[in-house]
């Protein structure tokens, strides 16, 4: 018995033209699929460059994502008010308030503040009694260490014998002798 082969224009389809044709079918199929996941894939890439782009003119006009208020010295009441009992040693001058930067990176949906002040060596002490710890713990106790949590925004790389301890949500890093600090405030996706 003869198989009778499909006819097209006039003339019998080959078993080898079918394979071509199936073949060039599939080929454009994949062309297409793999089309559209670079597609896809460009574009996402893309949206991240344009994130990363906002997220960095942000942080550097001091404003952070999902932060209560921008990072300036405008704001050191709003700032000072997130979370219980922060706030500066008694007559302490802020030098400046700056968006915690390096820990809103490392942690998604995080936002901070680093408050830079100087205050006197008594005023400073009584700040730190007054938050459970003995002021003479300042001089007891060794350095901070550079990569501690807490100490990721600022740069003790010029402080003489930082001394740290956190409370709340917040982080205190002192320079000693003393005079000099920074009171790091930290919040959201932690």
């Given at each position: 018995?003869r198989?009778?082969?499909p006819?097209?224009?006039?003339?019998e389809v080959?078993?080898?033209q079918?394979?071509v044709?199936v073949?060039?079918?599939?080929?454009?199929g994949?062309?297409?699929v793999l089309?559209?996941?670079g597609?896809?894939f460009l574009?996402s890439?893309?949206?991240?460059?344009s994130?990363?782009r906002?997220?960095?003119?942000?942080?550097a006009a001091?404003v952070?994502v999902?932060?209560?208020?921008?990072?300036?010295?405008e704001?050191?009441?709003?700032?000072?008010?997130?979370g219980?009992d922060?706030?500066?040693?008694e007559g302490?001058?802020?030098?400046?308030?700056?968006?915690?930067v390096?820990?809103?990176e490392?942690?998604?949906?995080?936002?901070g503040?680093?408050i830079?002040f100087t205050?006197?060596?008594?005023?400073i002490?009584d700040?730190?009694?007054?938050?459970?710890?003995?002021?003479e713990?300042?001089?007891?106790y060794p350095?901070?260490?550079?990569?501690?949590d807490?100490?990721?925004?600022?740069?003790?790389s010029g402080?003489?014998a930082?001394w740290?301890?956190?409370f709340?949500?917040?982080d205190?890093?002192?320079?000693?002798?003393l005079?000099r600090?920074?009171?790091?405030?930290?919040?959201g996706?932690m």
């Amino acid at each position: 018995m003869r198989v009778k082969r499909p006819v097209v224009g006039g003339e019998e389809v080959t078993g080898r033209q079918v394979l071509v044709v199936v073949a060039v079918l599939v080929g454009i199929g994949v062309f297409w699929v793999l089309f559209g996941v670079g597609y896809l894939f460009l574009s996402s890439a893309q949206v991240e460059r344009s994130a990363a782009r906002a997220s960095a003119s942000a942080s550097a006009a001091g404003v952070q994502v999902g932060a209560p208020c921008p990072a300036d010295v405008e704001h050191l009441d709003e700032i000072l008010a997130i979370g219980q009992d922060n706030s500066l040693p008694e007559g302490a001058e802020v030098v400046s308030v700056e968006p915690a930067v390096n820990f809103a990176e490392a942690i998604p949906g995080g936002w901070g503040y680093v408050i830079e002040f100087t205050a006197s060596d008594q005023a400073i002490r009584d700040y730190v009694t007054d938050r459970g710890y003995y002021g003479e713990y300042l001089d007891a106790y060794p350095t901070a260490d550079p990569d501690a949590d807490g100490a990721e925004d600022v740069d003790l790389s010029g402080v003489t014998a930082p001394w740290m301890i956190g409370f709340g949500n917040a982080d205190l890093i002192l320079e000693r002798p003393l005079g000099r600090g920074w009171l790091v405030i930290r919040g959201g996706g932690m």
